[in-house]
Nanobody, 119 residues
Framework: QVQLVESGGGLVQAGGSLRLSCATS????????MGWFRQAPGKGREFISD????????YYADSVKGRFTISRDNAKNTVYLQMNSLKPEDTAVYYC????????????WGQGTQVTVSS
């Protein structure tokens, strides 16, 4: 079992930046990829980005491409999400998650961190 703890959320004005962190512990050796998702009030959970743990291959949703950057520090078992040019529609609870294989579902989740972007 992998445990994940997100941090770095907060209140920021439109156009500002935040960096989220997700620290992992537990069976991290079985992690294939780590991802970031978000859920806005009244909406479903949305995939934002993920990164493969060994190769560092990244994927982004179109809604954040060019504004958000995912990275990882294998030594610290931590993944980051640098969010620039934030918009009010980026307001959501942000979650990190891990999956054990390329074609598996994300099966370990953090508790989430709130990001609020004011206009």
């Amino acid at each position: 079992q992998v445990q994940l703890v997100e941090s770095g959320g907060g209140l920021v004005q439109a156009g500002g930046s935040l960096r989220l962190s997700c620290a992992t512990s537990g069976r991290t050796s079985s992690t294939y990829a780590m991802g970031w998702f978000r859920q806005a009030p009244g909406k479903g959970r949305e995939f934002i980005s993920d990164i493969t743990w060994n190769d560092g291959i990244t994927y982004y949703a179109d809604s954040v491409k060019g504004r958000f950057t995912i990275s990882r520090d294998n030594a610290k078992n931590t993944v980051y999400l640098q969010m620039n040019s934030l918009k009010p529609e980026d307001t959501a609870v942000y979650y990190c998650a891990t999956k054990p294989g390329r074609y598996t579902n994300y099966d370990s989740w953090g508790q989430g961190t709130q990001v609020t972007v004011s206009s």
